[in-house]
């Protein structure tokens, strides 16, 4: 996650009436296992005393086009345009859970322009590889990512 400390004086008050202090905001994303597309999270708080990640649906259906179908022991997260069923979480202690998460680190993306000097490859093939390498043989949609966002041309895998 991209975050800057929080040098504001809000607090974010708590169903049960409890205040807390945000310590840092920032943004980040994730890739759900049903998607290549991302997921972002946009305007994240981090709060040190808050033990659980929660998540302002309204906001996230807006930033994603997505919508949320909720059922008795399940949430299904479904694009608005294709309908499709991008996550599921499932309902445990009172909140409903997404265990799929892949949140994507975006210190990451620096570090491209010092990973890909020296490679002159117009192979796609050859820089897949090297990339592989590099990312300690990272699964194909991780390399591929990586790529992506260092603007490589990504091989059809």
């Known amino acids: 996650?991209?975050?800057t400390p929080y040098k504001g004086e809000a607090k974010l008050k708590m169903a049960n009436g409890d205040s807390s202090s945000i310590q840092y905001i920032g943004n980040s994303?994730?890739?759900?296992s049903k998607?290549?597309?991302?997921?972002?999270?946009?305007?994240l708080m981090h709060m040190p005393?808050?033990?659980k990640n929660l998540l302002s649906v309204s906001q996230f259906a807006r930033d994603n086009k997505v919508f949320f179908e909720f059922h008795p022991n399940t949430?299904?997260?479904k694009c608005q345009e294709t309908r499709d069923v991008l996550m599921k979480g499932y309902f445990r202690n009172?909140?409903?859970a997404f265990d799929d998460l892949n949140?994507?680190?975006?210190?990451?993306?620096p570090t491209c322009n010092s990973l890909i000097s020296g490679l002159n490859s117009s192979n796609k093939e050859d820089l897949y590889r090297i990339w592989h390498g590099r990312l300690g043989h990272a699964n194909v949609r991780s390399v591929t990512h990586a790529m992506f966002k260092c603007n490589l041309v990504v091989p059809n895998k």
């Open 1 to 3: 996650m991209g975050k």
């Open 29 to 32: 994303y994730f890739y759900p």
């Open 35 to 43: 998607s290549a597309k991302p997921l972002f999270l946009n305007q």
């Open 49 to 51: 005393s808050v033990s």
């Open 75 to 77: 949430c299904n997260i």
């Open 94 to 96: 009172g909140l409903y």
């Open 103 to 109: 949140i994507v680190n975006t210190k990451f993306v």
